[in-house]
């Protein structure tokens, strides 16, 4: 119908065309016809082609009400216009291309292109067709009839301009005629619009796609055509399952019995068949849909019935073509024999299966006959009976078992029957029970309990006494872990009761507390009395350790004290000397000895101790500077305990001789001595044979050092200048000597310092004797006197001729009171053996003697200065003639030899002698000192 309105449609637009295709061929060019979609826009083309000027142009439509040609747009005396606002102005007079809005369905119609010049019209017609674009809306519905479910989609395009077409797709094909329907409906309206409606139908099980596709076919749609796609509902066959499960519910069983259905839709229709209706006492109860949205239908069925039946789930659902079916069968139940638990109360011998036998003791108190049920009821309840009669007092049925509360008695005995059930299901044992008299026993008296811990000889006697029971008791030890020791146990009995003692015996000491017990065991105890014994730990040894020196001949030895002081029992020591290695040093000198030795001593308490004291003894210089360690063992130590001694080390030997002269003796004293540690040495003096000298040896110790002084007493004139030589030695090696100088002295002269006249004897020309002159009525006149020689000191004496000893002040002589006569004394410096002398003559002189004595001196004084200038120039002159650079000494000598001959002195030959002997010992030129002496010879 829809189609051949368009046909119609086509025919009229053709007929216009042909209309003005039939016109004299103008100069205007025309699109015709103008198809136009309501709501859009679209172009009316109209150009002249022509040579004239136009005028005037526009676009012209018959008013159906006025029956007047009405300008639209166009150009006027050269200006755009527009009378229509659907209208857009045109380009030029010559282009009247117009847009236009098709804002109704009016628009359709006859146009006109008028171009007007000044002699002329020339229009030309065009004809615009308007078509309206339907609405289109879809819905479902659905509907169940005679038990099967239906949806209905509905497809609609109203008010379409031409009435547009609707077809179905499913999944890309028409739907199927079989079981699908399309109601199609069409109306039209007055303003020439139509619409259609289309109406699929279809029973919802056999429609599994899930989704129908409306077909619009009309020529304002974008590719003639449009699809709307609509959701419809689909049904899934469920998984289907039943289940039984055992409850309890109320106190009574039932089986639950569950039918589930997985991933169904819509949910399957479920019932629950059962063979046997009428004894059924079945429970629906309310359905359950879980998390994973299994729909479950749940029934109880009582467990009394149904026992081995097949029972079936129905399951109705539209996308199963006949009803499901799925069967379980409940499982049967049977009591197949009651049993005795207890096998200990069996009796042993009764190899009845049938009757079980059991044995119980009269007085026996809460007894228990254990039943065991064999059999696959979920519950089953025990009913008991003796000889057909109810059960006697005091004996029930609890649970699973028969009880004696009471003592049990001897009427007790009998056979009793026991009965398991379960609804119909039965088993039953048969139960002889004997009671066995009560034997009387004899009075048990528990034993007297004691314990005693003794400490014997280094070890501990532990005993553990029950005295006096009947019957025997039983006597066992727990001992701590890792201790064992001999033990013994003695019985003894008397007057019928028994004593019985038992001894363990145990190390004497540990290094911690112990704890141990003694069991005993008697039939008057419910339980074994167990007494707790402690052992005390040991005390933990005091332990010390020291040294100390003693020289045995020439050698020191070393001795290491370690004692253990107060110990129970003895501790064991050993040693560790230094680096010290036996295997190592197996020399045989006795410098590598060591020897060792242990004292137990008893201790002071009556306990037992002991003082374990370690002796060990070996050269000092053998271990010198060492450790000494004693190692003490003992049973209260949980480790051997180590007490170190660092031995002092060697110093090494000092040795030396010196010469010294003694205050108070007229003996010189040479030392030799010797310093060491460990060894001693033998010193010895190397004399001449002439030697009468004392000796004396002095030795003196200190720990391992030795100080020992060899010291040698001699007239200093025995040997004055030689060298004394000391011997150091000893047998280990030591083999030193030491060489001492006895230095030289002497004593040159006496001189007087005062003024003195020489007196010659008469032949020989050699000065005997110094004439001095002393001032008349003067006192304490001085004599000075100077003594030459190497001596460190010197005594000086005087004496007058009689022999009488004269006074000395320091170097001075003085003479208190002049007598007025001439004296005679002789003075004498003297060292040990060493002596000079001079003779002093004094005189006394009057005043004009002594004027004439000035004057004398002075000439010769003048005369004397002039030599003594005389002979400084010389020397002066000699010096710088040698200018060498020469030493000191040497210098200091090269004086002396030129100064030398001017002291020479005839009373001291030994001056001479040891100049002559030339650089014996520089020391000795050292002691010698020097003076210029101006000998004045004159004569008075
Ligand atoms: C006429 O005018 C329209 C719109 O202004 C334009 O698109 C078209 O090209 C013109 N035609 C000619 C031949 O000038
Ligand atoms: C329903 O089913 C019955 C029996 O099959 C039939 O007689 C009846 O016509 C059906 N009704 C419809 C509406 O299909
Ligand atoms: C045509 O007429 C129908 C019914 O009177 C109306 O619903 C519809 O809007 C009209 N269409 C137009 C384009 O006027
Ligand atoms: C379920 O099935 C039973 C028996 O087949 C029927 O009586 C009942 O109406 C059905 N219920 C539903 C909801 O289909
Ligand atoms: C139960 O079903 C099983 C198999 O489906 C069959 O062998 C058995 O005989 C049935 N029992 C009863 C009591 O119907
Ligand atoms: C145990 O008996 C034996 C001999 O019969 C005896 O030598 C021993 O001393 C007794 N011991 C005790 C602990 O009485």
């Known amino acids: 119908m829809g189609c051949s309105r368009l046909l119609n449609l086509c025919l009229v637009l053709h007929l216009t065309h042909c209309l003005d295709m039939s016109g004299i061929e103008t100069d205007i060019e025309i699109e015709n016809p103008v198809t136009g979609i309501l709501g859009e826009d679209i172009f009316l083309r109209c150009l002249y082609l022509g040579e004239n000027d136009i005028t005037d142009a526009s676009w012209r439509r018959l008013d159906i009400r006025t029956k007047r040609m009405k300008k639209l747009t166009g150009y006027k005396n050269t200006g755009p216009f527009t009378n229509d606002p659907e209208f857009s102005v045109p380009a030029s007079p010559t282009n009247l291309t117009v847009k236009v809005r098709v804002s109704s369905l009016e628009a359709q119609g006859m146009y006109t292109c008028v171009f007007a010049t000044d002699e002329e019209e020339i229009t030309k017609s065009m004809f615009l067709t308007v078509l309206a674009q339907p609405d289109i809306h879809t819905?479902?519905?659905?509907?169940?009839?005679?038990?099967?479910h239906y949806q209905s989609v509905t497809c609609s395009a109203t008010n379409g301009k031409p009435t547009a077409l609707i077809g179905w797709e499913i999944n890309g094909s028409p739907p199927p005629d079989d079981y699908f329907t399309v109601a199609l409906k069409n109306s039209s309206n007055t303003n020439s619009t139509g619409t259609v409606t289309s109406t699929l139908r279809f029973p919802t099980h056999r429609q599994d796609e899930g989704r129908v596709t409306c077909v619009v076919q009309h020529p304002t749609l974008p590719n003639l055509s449009t699809k709307v796609t609509v959701r419809v509902d689909t049904f899934m066959a469920p998984n289907m399952s039943i289940q039984t499960d055992l409850v309890v519910e109320e106190g009574k069983e039932f089986w639950v019995v569950k039918c589930a259905a997985t991933g169904g839709r819509p949910q399957p229709n479920i019932t629950l068949a059962l063979p046997n209706q009428e004894v059924s006492l079945m429970l629906q109860k309310e359905d359950i849909v879980d998390a994973s949205g299994t729909w479950v239908r749940s029934f109880l069925?009582?467990?009394e019935f149904h026992e081995g039946e097949n029972i079936t789930c129905l399951f109705d659902h539209p996308k199963l073509p006949q009803t499901e079916l799925r069967a379980i069968t409940l499982p049967t139940f049977y009591l197949s024999a009651v049993r005795l638990l207890n096998s200990e109360l069996a009796d042993s011998f009764d190899m009845n299966q049938a009757v079980e036998s059991l044995v119980l003791k009269e007085g026996q108190r809460q007894t228990i006959i254990g039943l065991e049920v064999a059999g696959t009821v979920p519950r089953y309840s025990i009913k008991c009976s003796k000889g057909k009669q109810p059960l006697p007092e005091g004996v029930l049925v609890n649970g699973s078992a028969l009880t004696l509360q009471g003592p049990v008695e001897l009427h007790h005995a009998g056979l009793y029957e026991c009965e398991a059930s379960y609804y119909k299901h039965r088993a039953s044992v048969l139960l002889d029970?004997?009671?066995?008299?009560?034997?009387?026993?004899?009075?048990?008296?528990?034993?007297?309990?004691?314990?005693?811990?003794?400490?014997?000889?280094?070890?501990?006697?532990?005993?553990?006494?029950?005295?006096?029971?009947?019957?025997?008791?039983?006597?066992?030890?727990?001992?701590?872990?890792?201790l064992s020791g001999p033990s013994w146990s003695n019985v003894t009995s008397h007057n019928g009761s028994h004593t019985v003692s038992s001894v363990v015996l145990l190390p004497a000491c540990s290094a911690s507390q112990l704890y141990m017990e003694c069991v005993i065991d008697h039939s008057a105890f419910v339980l074994p009395e167990r007494i707790q014994i402690t052992l005390p730990a040991c005390a933990t040894p005091n332990i010390s350790i020291q040294s100390s020196f003693e020289w045995s001949e020439d050698v020191a030895y070393t001795t290491v004290?370690?004692?253990?002081?107060?110990?129970?029992?003895?501790?064991?020591?050993?040693?560790?000397?230094?680096?010290?290695?036996s295997a190592r040093h197996n020399s045989t000198s006795h410098l590598m000895e060591v020897q060792e030795q242990v004292q137990v001593q008893p201790g002071v308490n009556s306990n037992g101790s002991v003082t374990v004291l370690g002796l060990v003894r070996f050269p000092s210089v053998m271990l010198a500077g060492q450790n000494v360690t004693c190692v003490v063992d003992h049973l209260g130590l949980q480790r051997p305990e180590r007490r170190r001694i660092q031995l002092p080390g060697l110093e090494s030997p000092v040795m030396g001789a010196f010469v010294v002269m003694q205050k108070g003796s007229p003996l010189w004293l040479a030392v030799c001595e010797y310093r060491g540690d460990g060894l001693r040495a033998n010193l010895s003096w190397v004399l001449p044979e002439d030697a009468t000298g004392q000796t004396s040896l002095v030795s003196a110790y200190e720990g391992m050092t030795v100080q020992t002084n060899l010291t040698y007493e001699f007239p200093l004139a025995l040997h004055e200048g030689q060298d004394l030589t000391c011997l150091i030695q000893n047998q280990h090696g030591l083999n030193e000597r030491r060489k001492v100088h006895v230095p030289r002295y002497d004593i040159k002269s006496i001189r007087v310092l005062n003024e003195t006249t020489p007196l010659y004897k008469p032949y020989g020309g050699e000065l005997v004797i110094h004439r001095l002159a002393l001032k008349e009525n003067l006192h304490n006149q001085r004599i000075l006197l100077k003594v030459y020689g190497t001596v460190p000191t010197y005594k000086l004496t005087c004496h007058r001729s009689d022999g009488s000893f004269v006074p000395m002040e320091a170097q001075a002589l003085v003479v208190h009171t002049v007598e007025l006569e001439t004296v005679l004394y002789t003075c004498i410096a003297s060292y040990y053996h060493h002596q000079a002398s001079v003779l002093i003559q004094v005189e006394v002189t009057s005043e004009d003697q002594q004027l004439m004595t000035v004057f004398m001196v002075c000439v010769s004084s003048s005369a004397a200065i002039m030599i003594v200038l005389i002979v400084a120039l010389c020397i002066f002159c000699k010096r710088n003639e040698e200018e060498h650079p020469k030493s000191k000494t040497y210098m200091k000598q090269e004086s002396l030899a030129t100064l030398t001959p001017l002291t020479q002195e005839p009373d001291s030959p030994n001056f001479r002698k040891g100049n002559g002997a030339g650089g014996e010992s520089q020391e000795y030129a050292q002691l010698l000192s020097y003076s210029i002496v101006i000998d004045v010879r004159s004569t008075v």
């Open 139 to 148: 819905f479902v519905t659905e509907d169940t009839v005679n038990n099967t």
């Open 301 to 303: 069925l009582s467990t």
């Open 433 to 482: 029970i004997m009671v066995t008299p009560r034997v009387t026993q004899p009075v048990a008296v528990p034993p007297i309990m004691s314990v005693d811990v003794q400490d014997r000889l280094g070890e501990r006697f532990v005993e553990c006494l029950a005295a006096d029971s009947v019957p025997v008791a039983n006597v066992s030890w727990v001992l701590p872990e890792g």
């Open 561 to 581: 004290r370690c004692a253990v002081d107060r110990v129970r029992p003895a501790a064991n020591l050993s040693w560790s000397l230094g680096e010290w290695d």
